[in-house]
DNA sequence: CTCCATTCGTTGGTGCGGCCAACGATAGGG
DNA sequence: CCCTATCGTTGGCCGCACCAACGAATGGAG
């Protein structure tokens, strides 16, 4: 069957525009959310990082969550101030500070975790389950082929 | 069959954040071939839009491109300078100016249309030909789904 | 015909995310 | 011991999206 679509303005078939939009749509969910437990997606990322990884040095958070050296101390201040993270100086190599997860942090973490999954909701709402997955593994694959996921 | 996967680092799960990742990748090849080219991502919008519509006012503009009305200024400013539009007064209202794309313009769409379809293959290299549309038209879903696409 | 609300172009500013250059301090291998 | 690499930090830049406000112009209601 072939249906007479309302042409597909060009630019719905550029999978970089397509995916562009996509974001700067989730972006606006979860900011929405995020502003609402005063916190940044930096600040998530390096929460989960600490928690999956455990305690680091700054420069390795930043290779572990994908951010830049730099951003990762405007964050960690950030995180620091709000008693979610403890920058503490490592005894063995007195370049680097240690931050550590606190108990507050992690309940931070959790929290911003069930925003994300309800920006999920939001975001993937015209989607059925299976679509969803098929998305998730898409996309998935897509970032693993290009530098890949913080894993190890 | 049960594989066991070496934790998909709860990051990988989140929707939200495999869309901004990829955006992200995304950004980074169309930059690379775009500023070759000596445009943004806002050039390119606003062409498409000028040829698959017709000339438009800015604010019109604006409206089938998403974008805002003051960087939409900025964007035809800078593709007036490069000869790619032309501003012109509406007679029937002073208040518009009329945006209309040139024979250069018109070219430098095809050229930009070319860099992303480049950036296409890289961006789903790993990805077959069947994965791609179910990507593109979940993608497109989602995009309806969300305020839509101006597509009259 | 006179108001009033609306639209338009424009200016200027905000915020986030991502990046780079440079610095002083420290570590560690040749 | 020197040289290179790493670490934390500062300061800056860019792209994209958005907002507030302004004067100028429009158009409809009374």
């Given amino acids: 069957m072939v249906t007479v679509e309302p042409t ?7 999978a970089s ?24 997606g930096y600040h998530y990322r390096l929460l989960a990082a600490l928690e999956e990884f455990g305690p680091a040095s700054q420069a ?22 709000q008693g979610f993270v403890e920058r503490s100086a490592d005894p063995t190599d007195r370049r680097r500070n240690t931050v550590t997860i606190t108990r507050a942090g992690t309940q931070q973490l959790r929290r911003l975790d069930r925003v994300l999954d309800t920006v999920q909701d939001e975001l993937l709402a015209p989607l059925s389950a299976t679509e969803r997955q098929t998305l998730v593994a898409l996309l998935g694959k897509l ?7 913080p894993t190890s």
């Fill in 17 to 40: 525009w397509l995916i562009s939009q996509t974001a700067v749509h989730s972006r606006r969910f979860v900011a929405e959310g995020f502003t609402a437990a005063d916190a940044r």
């Fill in 8 to 14: 597909p303005s060009r630019l719905a078939t550029k």
């Fill in 60 to 81: 390795e958070l930043g290779r572990r969550s994908r951010m830049d050296r730099s951003d990762v101390v405007a964050a960690v201040t950030e995180l620091e101030g």
């Fill in 143 to 149: 970032i693993e082929h290009h530098g890949g996921v």
